[in-house]
């Protein structure tokens, strides 16, 4: 009998739990409670401490957070027929519960096909060039699509995500190639830009230099043009002292002492070997000069006669005195 009173208080004790655990619910920040009462929608609970009646009263948990899907590799058909590999992440949040739980089932599962399904409807109308050089644009027409047609699910697609992209073999190969010519072609056009760069500076630095020589040459030709008008000028100056000296010379010559210059020249040019010999016209004019010089020297000196009276000549070769 007490045996049976225990098991009769552990039975009472299990289900008094199980009743206040079924009653009470505690329902986190992040999640709601979709009740259903007798089979009729009766409201979204939470968060907190919830009253749920057992056995009347039915209730789903709904994760409200941002969460994500991971799309597993898809093929799809571009617009010009070629075959190419897409993986993508679609980022979801439930922002109404009842629609979540009421209007489709397992809205999970159907947002996945949905999402495969809108990919090869957007890849399709895409040619494979667009599909790997416009990225961005293919996630923003995913994500709008997606989003109409999950938005009465209560889901909201908050962004999708392509990871990768996998063209063909072929196309990967011609991929290479291209790229490979592209990676030349920059090349080249950094090596021709570089050696451009080089001769534009090479014949700045020649323009440089050549004007900075013509420079050099014009003002060493001005100094030397300098130099040679103050030696003209110089010179000028030292011929017109000599001019003037030899002019006040010559206001202290008679007519004696130039020609004594000019016998003096013509017996230089007698001592000369030519064998020719130019003479001025007016040398009878000379000579006449010559003679009277020679009498009014004799006149002007006293005569001396030997014991027998005769005037002894004058030796004509003795020089004249003036």
């Keep these: 009998m007490d045996e049976l009173n225990i098991i009769l208080v552990v039975t009472a004790v299990l289900f008094g739990l199980y009743v206040f655990t079924r009653i009470f619910r505690v329902v986190q920040q992040y999640e709601r409670l979709v009740v259903l009462f007798l089979g009729r929608y009766s409201g979204t609970r939470g968060p907190g401490i919830v009253i749920v009646l057992p056995l009347l009263e039915v209730v789903y948990k709904v994760d409200v957070r941002e969460r994500f899907l991971d799309i597993p590799s898809q093929t799809a058909i571009t617009q010009d027929n070629a075959p190419i590999a897409i993986d993508f992440l679609v980022y979801y949040r439930i922002v109404d519960p009842r629609r979540a739980v009421l209007d489709i089932d397992h809205v999970v599962n159907a947002t996945v096909n949905m999402a495969t399904t809108t990919l090869r409807a957007v890849i399709g109308d895409i040619s494979l060039d667009d599909v790997l050089s416009k990225r961005e644009q293919i996630n923003d027409t995913l994500r709008v699509k997606l989003d109409e047609i999950t938005e009465r699910w209560g889901v909201k697609v908050t962004s999708v995500e392509i990871r990768e992209i996998e063209p063909p073999r072929d196309v990967q190969d011609a991929m290479n190639r291209q790229m490979s010519a592209e990676r030349e072609r920059r ?136």
């Excluded at 534009?200 to 013509?214: D, P, S, V, W, Y």
């Excluded at 030292?238 to 002019?247: P, Q, R, V």
């Design 187 to 322: 090349a080249a056009v950094t090596r021709a830009a570089g050696e451009r760069e080089a001769a534009i500076a090479i014949a700045e630095g020649e323009r440089q230099a050549a004007i900075l020589r013509a420079e050099g040459q014009k003002q060493s030709s001005i100094l030397a043009a300098e130099g040679e008008r103050q030696a003209q000028l110089l010179r000028a100056q030292g011929f017109a002292k000599a001019l003037e000296a030899i002019s006040e010379e010559a206001q202290t010559l008679d007519q004696n002492t130039l020609m004594l210059q000019y016998l003096e020249t013509l017996k230089d040019i007698g001592h000369s070997p030519a064998t020719k010999f130019v003479l001025p016209m007016e040398v009878t004019h000379l000579m006449e000069r010559v003679s009277q010089m020679m009498v009014a020297n004799v006149v002007s000196k006293p005569t001396h006669t030997d014991g027998n009276g005769v005037k002894p000549l004058r030796n004509t070769s003795e020089p004249t005195e003036v």
